[in-house]
């Protein structure tokens, strides 16, 4: 599975409806779907009066691209990751940290962004899964996302709380639905450890890009 980069836009077929579960800007958080889209803008596109679900689908009909999920990021989507283990598991990712943010609570109230950065990882499972071990696929996503994100070291400005993530991340895993199919996919199993390791490599190198090129203004 690789992505096709066609600047502003990178675009995902899955080759066939999947079960999709995550938050993308654009597109059902639970429902079928074949095709993501990636829109990479600029901190200006998107002021705080602008919906960024009308700016991406106007975007998207103007330059006829198809999506059942979009995501949106101002870091240069060139620097796009890839990563494919054994069993089916593949993930792609792209990395912004201009809004870069913990999960540790500060002492002041917390910020208004004024950039826009965003990690966007979506992962797909070529094997069946409940619903409940693909909610439990997106929780290993995000924990090996959190993972590869600390393994800078990287630091809050001011008080010096360790980043997590961004403020607006977007996570989604793709599978084929099914109530007969994989009930778990936590660490201890082939396919979450597998899902673990893809996630964490994806999005580790998208970062590094990142950090070597700075998300556009």
């Not at 060139?78 to 809004?99: C, E, H, I, K």
């Not at 826009?116 to 899964?129: M, P, Y």
């Not at 995000?142 to 977007?170: I, K, N, Q």
Request: proline residues 6%; hydrophobic residues 45%; glycine residues 10%.
């Amino acid at each position: 599975m690789r992505p096709e980069l066609r600047p502003p836009w990178l675009l995902l077929d899955f080759g066939k409806d999947l079960r999709l579960i995550g938050w993308p800007v654009v597109g059902a958080a639970l429902g079928p779907a074949r095709r993501v889209a990636w829109l990479q803008v600029r901190n200006a596109d998107l002021p705080p009066d602008r919906d960024p679900t009308v700016y991406f689908t106007e975007r998207a009909q103007a330059a006829g691209v198809s999506f059942d999920a979009g995501l949106m990021t101002a870091a240069d989507l060139r620097g796009f990751a890839v990563a494919q283990r054994a069993g089916g598991v593949s993930v792609v990712a792209t990395g912004g940290l201009g809004n870069a943010e913990s999960v540790l609570s500060a002492a002041s109230e917390p910020r208004n962004a004024a950039k826009v950065g965003t990690i966007n990882v979506v992962a797909v499972i070529d094997r069946s899964l409940t619903l409940a071990a693909q909610i439990e696929a997106l929780s290993i996503v995000a924990e090996a996302r959190t993972a590869a994100v600390m393994s800078f070291g990287l630091t809050m400005m001011g008080d010096e709380r360790p980043v997590t993530g961004t403020g607006t991340d977007c996570i989604l895993v793709a599978a084929p639905g099914d109530k007969a199919g994989l009930a778990h996919c936590g660490l201890h199993t082939s396919i979450g450890r597998a899902l673990a390791e893809a996630a964490y490599e994806s999005v580790r190198n998208t970062c590094a890009s990142c950090l070597r090129a700075p998300s556009l203004r």
